[in-house]
């Protein structure tokens, strides 16, 4: 039973702040990379929004660089998202990702959170 927790989500004026919080579950045999994605409203599929992965390797979707941070806690099992400088197309429902190695290190499931809602207005 795995489970994502995500929280921290809500509604700013664009140019403000929020930071997501995402607590996974203990049960994950081995959490290779954790990360955000999003659903902007009217789009059918998920874009990257940032990933973190055991060492501290980072990757962020283009439209977000130079604005957000991801961060992780291994101890607490949980993965941070702080957002700054937030604009209306940033808004969308935000979706905590695990992804889940084997014991030779090859990526053999993910799992997801509920998702979590972040509006922007301008």
């Known amino acids: 039973q795995v489970q994502l927790v995500e929280s921290g989500g809500g509604s700013v004026q664009a140019g403000g702040s929020l930071r997501l919080s995402c607590v996974a579950s203990?049960?994950?045999?081995?959490?290779?990379?954790m990360g955000w994605y999003r659903q902007p409203p009217g789009k059918q599929h998920r874009e990257l929004v940032a990933?973190?992965?055991?060492?501290?390797?980072?990757n962020y979707g283009n439209s977000v660089k130079g604005r957000f941070t991801i961060s992780r806690d291994e101890a607490k099992n949980t993965v941070y998202l702080q957002m700054n400088s937030l604009k209306p197309e940033d808004t969308g429902v935000y979706y905590c990702?695990?992804?889940?190695?084997?014991?030779?290190?090859?990526?053999?499931?993910?799992?997801w959170g509920q998702g979590i809602q972040v509006t922007v207005s301008s």
């Open positions: 990702n695990a992804e889940e190695g084997n014991y030779y290190g090859e990526i053999v499931d993910d799992y």
């Open positions: 203990a049960n994950i045999f081995n959490v290779q990379g």
């Open positions: 990933s973190i992965i055991t060492g501290g390797a980072t």
